[in-house]
């Protein structure tokens, strides 16, 4: 099992920058792939990055690529989103989630241990 928990969120203009942080607890948590979700209000949740502990592979939702970037730090079990450029469409919480394997990363199912989430606002 692995606990996460997420920091970094809050109030941004359109066009700036924030960093996102995911840190992870639990003895086989590099076993499980790590992405970052989102869900603003009325809409349904949504895949926004991942990256796999043993790889370098990162994906990444059409609508962030070449604007948000998703890395790891493996010594301080941490998983970090850096979102540059960002829109009011960003608006959301932002959730850190773990797969339970490399498999179907993109979809909103594929993960199963979360986070609390961390509200991201950015106005226009």
């Known amino acids: 099992q692995v606990q996460l928990v997420e920091s970094g969120g809050g109030l941004v203009q359109a066009g700036g920058s924030l960093t996102l942080s995911c840190e992870a607890s639990?003895?086989?948590?590099?076993?499980?792939?790590l992405g970052w979700l989102r869900q603003a209000p009325g809409k349904e949740r949504e895949f926004v990055a991942a990256i796999r502990w043993s790889s370098d592979t990162t994906y990444y939702a059409d609508s962030v690529k070449g604007r948000f970037t998703i890395s790891k730090d493996h010594a301080k079990k941490t998983v970090y989103l850096q979102m540059n450029k960002m829109r009011p469409e960003d608006t959301a919480v932002y959730y850190c989630?773990?797969?339970?394997?490399?498999?179907?990363?993109?979809?909103?199912?594929?993960?199963?241990?979360w986070g609390q989430g961390t509200q991201v606002t950015v106005s226009s």
């Open positions: 989630a773990a797969a339970l394997g490399p498999a179907g990363l993109t979809e909103t199912s594929a993960y199963r241990y």
């Open positions: 639990g003895r086989a948590f590099s076993m499980f792939p």
